[in-house]
């Protein structure tokens, strides 16, 4: 850990979180290179989407939440066990600081306890933020989706856009 990461928090999201969260997504949505999400759901559709053992959140000394991490099981097949997509956002005024890191370490550990032994996302290859923040913390590409979906919202509405596909491998599991 940085010294910048050292001051946050990574602890289990809580529903009174859900406030910061919510915004925090809303702003990853308003960047258009975040989500094909228009909107932020309620927080019960939110909550019912990802697994429990693996819902994060980054928070600063002071107690604002900078930053959140969380995951949905692939599939509902046995054999799928294993594989989670996650999502990962951090406030605009923490970003680069290193809260990003934080939560994805947190996350690889928190799954890895579980005999999760793939976590992966699709990311926009505009959104070079992320995949860098990806590739240094044990993320690898494994392929681009073409044309994949159409955005539905933003100065990208209606257009097709592409996804790079990345994921993180358990070295233990």
Known sequence: MTAQQSAVT??????????????IYREGIATGHAT????VPDWERFTSSRLPAHRLVAEAPEGGILGWAAVSAVSARPVYAGVVEHSVYVAAEARGKGVGAALLQALAA???RCGIWTIQASVFPENEASL?????????VVGRRNRIA???YGP????????????RRSPVV
């Open 10 to 23: 990574i602890r289990s999201m809580r529903e009174d979180d859900w406030p910061a969260v919510r915004g």
């Open 36 to 39: 094909f999400e228009a909107e």
């Open 110 to 112: 928190s799954t890895e």
């Open 132 to 140: 860098k923040l990806h590739l240094a913390n044990g993320f690898a």
């Open 150 to 152: 159409r955005m539905s």
């Open 156 to 167: 990208s509405e209606g257009q097709w856009r592409d996804t790079v596909l990345i994921e």
